[in-house]
């Protein structure tokens, strides 16, 4: 075991929980950064469970599993945070997403034990653009894997945070008065997120962030996978993708052409399926005209944050990209033609988020033993929150925003409402994130209801709700009825979540550790 890691065992880990491939680092006893190894001897899990027969098995076996139990395996079950159920029974049972997230946390807690002893802190990373909803079930995924979740922070930030430790903004006499703005382009497996971020000495302050959650290295893949099914279909009239494992094999071959593609300008794309077989070759060229629009979407929402943090290309110093997908050459190329400079890729795009979680643990815990911090985090909000409110005019529902995008977290608000009849006992408060007025196209973050109002208020008095946003980006609700001295702290009820009981259950069950640790 190493000494250094042992010395940092009553540390905390940090996690990228990412939805193609997990990281897991923690600090050295000289407070730098280490990505721990995991049981197969990788410094990357792939974050794929397969379910096989009773049993659970996360990573690397679970990607070879693919090609013959397709259907017993889960995929990006990150993308799906904040639904009901992930969209594939698996072994005959159906999964909440945050449940498993908390298999391949589990995995990582384990693996991670193995190299640095016993602990349960960590720090759990989530993409900029995430929604409250998806920040609470990443919450409770670490909680259902056994660990004592300290905070989750962005992944741009805490990709900021290792890119300033690595250049020593935050060694005492490393501290540079100079503020830098960056721009951090994180385009990994199936999310894309870009934000703004300035370093003004040892504080990081995240200025604008936008992204896209739906948008990632699979898209690409999907693009070849589709090429070359059309191919087959046009020679043998059957569909490869139609059959789970062919399916699945075709994925992994094309995903390995991507990679080639980003190394070599040409690669080879195979298939078999039913007897038949087609060998095609494609060219780098190909590859990047048929995955144009992916990477211009890219490019537009990278603008747009741009504007958000009102300032020009001119204005950003360091292009810093992150995630496997910023390894194709069309990015970087994209980057350099837009930005004007040649991006940054300084720090390891697989590492950097995983170190700067590591750094933002080690950060709390000092904290909690009363030591000043070395650095600080200032984040913003990646979504408008707001409440639904009936519109005069038209009597119609409409989103009345409260805390409007990219303002600085902490933030509190309030609004107040009013009761409608005399003697009203209860009143409801609908919750939405998102931009539209429409309070449909936004989403449903929950509703919390004030009962046992005081008896005998008169219509029209006045109910103020307070809400809190959390640096992490969560949310509590406060609710205060005027003249009544009476303040009420709400439990929001949440669209599609977990209760604490079930909670509670599902960490007995994939972690085998007690509700309470
Ligand atoms: P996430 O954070 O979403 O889990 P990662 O940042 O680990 O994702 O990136 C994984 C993605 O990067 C995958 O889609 C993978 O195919 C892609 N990727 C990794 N290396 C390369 C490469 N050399 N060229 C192109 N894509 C790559
Ligand atoms: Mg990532």
Redesign the pocket.
Known sequence: MNEQLRAGAKQAVGI?L?????VVACLDDLGRPRTLINAEGDK?TP?TIFFESGHVVVGKEAVKAIATDAASVAECSKRELGQRFFHQTLGGRQYPPEALEAFILNKLRLDARKQIGDFEHCVITVPAYFDETRRKATQDAGFMAGFEVLDIINEPTAAAVAFGFQHGFLRPDGTSDLPRKILVY?L????FDVTVMEIRGNQFNALATDGDVML???D??QRLVDFVAEEFIRKFGVDPREEPNASGRLWREC?DA??T???RTKATLACDYRGNAVRLEITRQRFQEMTQDLLDRTAFTTRQAIQAAGLEWKDIDRVLL????S??PAVVEMLRKLSGREPDCSVS??EAVAHGAALHAGIILARNRGETPKFKIRNVNSHSLGVVATEAQTNRPRNAIVIPRNTPLPVNARRVFRTQKPGQRSIRVQIVEGESMSPDDCSQLGKCTVRDLPPNLPAQTPIEVQFRYEENGRLTVKVEVSGAGKQLEHELMRENSLTPEQLRSWRSYISGLPAST
């Open positions: 990228d990412g939805t193609t491939f997990s990357l974050s994180d990994g497996g199936g999310t990632g290295g699979r690409w893949d995903e991507k990679r593609l980003s190394a992150i995630g496997g997908s390894r194709m795009p697989d």
